[in-house]
């Protein structure tokens, strides 16, 4: 069966500081994969998808870049984080036509 | 491009009453439409979808939804709730043939009470 990982679970960095976020999904080859973010009490925001190694799409203009750099990892990373990148990441891979999500990273940015 | 509204930002239930939550979608184009749950701290799990054939789907614990084609609606119901379906659901969209990309409304919290 297929399964999906993200870590950190939680993260606090300061203002300026660098963002790395892993997603790793197991037992599916060549997914489409997706990083969303969840603000507080917001609903979800695609941020990037990506549909093979080194395709990357952007879909909102941002401090954030991803980068697919295997077929089955994908990574979400920023050079300076701003107060504004604080929410809850989540990682998703596509079967078919719905997405199955990871755990999430809680970023918290001071 | 499609777009979701989910009428009810909360929704305060007894246990074991009825509970509907309000999704309508907006597209030129045909879709596909889910639901999905969210607990605390978690990520979000696949409730129901609606891809094609019969318009009500069920979930296995209960809850149903039907696809209104002409009230461009999909809206979430559950006969009788319990504590534990406390949490944040979301329906989405997603139209047919493209990269998978979903389209999300903006959330329903379900506070089911004693």
């Known amino acids: 069966s297929q399964t999906i990982h993200q870590w950190p679970a939680t993260l606090v960095q300061p203002v300026g500081s660098p963002l790395s976020l892993e997603c790793t999904v197991e037992?599916?080859?060549?997914?489409?994969l997706y990083w969303y973010r969840q603000a507080a009490g917001r609903g979800l925001q695609l941020l990037f998808y990506?549909?093979?190694?080194?395709?990357i799409s952007s879909e909102v203009p941002q401090n954030l870049s991803a980068s697919r750099p295997q077929d089955r990892q994908f990574i979400l990373s920023s050079k300076k984080l701003l107060l504004s990148d604080s929410g809850f990441y989540l990682c998703?891979?596509?079967?078919?036509?719905?997405?199955?999500f990871g755990p999430g990273t809680r970023l918290t940015v001071t | 491009a499609q777009s979701v509204t989910q009428l009810d930002s909360q929704v305060p239930v007894f246990e074991e009453a009825p509970v509907e939550l309000r999704c309508n979608y907006s597209?030129?184009?045909?879709?596909?439409l889910f639901w999905y749950v969210q607990y605390p701290n978690q990520g979000l799990q696949l409730l129901l979808k609606?891809?094609?054939?019969?318009?009500l789907v069920e979930s296995i614990n209960g809850f149903e939804a039907e696809f209104n084609k002409s009230q461009t609606s999909f809206h979430l119901r559950k006969p009788s709730v319990h504590i534990s379906d406390t949490a944040e659901y979301f329906c989405?969209?997603?139209?047919?043939?493209?990269?998978?990309?979903?389209?999300f409304g903006q959330g329903t919290t379900l506070q089911v009470k004693p």
């Open positions: 037992g599916t080859s060549n997914p489409n």
């Open positions: 990506s549909v093979g190694i080194g395709q």
């Open positions: 597209s030129s184009v045909s879709v596909y």
């Open positions: 998703a891979w596509r079967q078919s036509y719905e997405q199955y």
């Open positions: 989405a969209v997603t139209r047919r043939g493209n990269t998978g990309k979903l389209i």
């Open positions: 609606y891809l094609s054939g019969s318009t």
